[in-house]
């Protein structure tokens, strides 16, 4: 079983449509949820951090829920230029505080 | 402030020879990591550099090594290559040592292996 497993991808979806991904992780010790853009093979960058609480930026909403082991990423009104491979991160002190990258599931946003 | 930057950009190696990449960790960053991207794979775990010593080693072979400088740059060294050993290898910096501060990546090196 992989450390981090997320939907298998692609998602095809118009402009302005809601998309949402989703994860899970197997190490209930993980402390550190992430998700990542990346585009067209270039370097992830951070789209943003997860909490408990849940959090916002945006158009963009990440949700952790610990007991369950599972992160989502909400994406509201999609744009062309949302299209990438979006990337679930687990880290923690117990894994040496590496990232654990999911396989990516990649999004295509079509006008 | 500038980032994480990786050098070469592109590389091709012959089965059987050794490489060097580098990376300068962005400035007040002290810790490296080392990831290898397959295509159609998310990034994996090589290494991780904190303080110019090694303090996570992810499931690759030791042919794969690696070093930190005092101004924690850092180089990734693979010997024998192998045609599996082609893809992105990013490099990540971290203010602190790893943990939920965040990484900032460099755009990588892209290494085809005939």
């Known amino acids: 079983r992989k450390e981090v497993e997320q939907d298998p991808g692609p998602f095809n979806v118009p402009e302005g449509a809601t998309v949402a991904f989703n994860c899970t992780y197997s190490?209930?010790?993980?402390?550190?949820f992430f998700w990542y853009r990346q585009d067209c093979r270039k370097e992830p960058k951070l789209l943003m951090s997860?909490?408990?609480s849940g959090n916002e930026d945006g158009r963009f909403t990440a949700q952790l829920n610990r007991a369950s082991q599972y992160i989502s990423l909400l994406i509201r009104d999609s744009k062309l230029s949302d299209s990438a491979t979006y990337l679930c991160?687990?880290?923690?002190?117990?894994?040496?505080?590496?990232?654990?990258f999911g396989q990516g599931t990649e999004l295509s946003v079509k006008p | 402030e500038t980032g994480v930057t990786q050098s070469p950009t592109h590389l091709i190696k012959t089965r059987g020879q050794q490489v060097t990449l580098r990376c300068s960790s962005q400035s007040g960053h002290n810790t490296v990591s080392w990831y290898q991207q397959a295509l159609g794979q998310g990034p994996q775990f090589i290494f991780q550099y904190y303080r110019e010593e090694e303090n996570g080693r992810g499931n690759f072979p030791p042919r794969f090594s690696g070093l930190q400088f005092p101004n924690y740059s850092s180089e990734l060294n693979v010997n024998a290559l192998e045609l599996d050993d082609s893809a992105l290898y990013l490099c990540?910096?971290?203010?602190?040592?790893?943990?939920?501060?965040?990484?900032?990546f460099g755009s990588g090196t892209r290494l085809t292996v005939v």
């Open positions: 190490n209930s010790a993980s402390q550190s």
């Open positions: 991160v687990v880290s923690g002190y117990n894994q040496g505080g590496k990232l654990i």
């Open positions: 990540a910096s971290s203010p602190r040592g790893g943990g939920d501060y965040g990484y900032t």
């Open positions: 997860v909490y408990s």
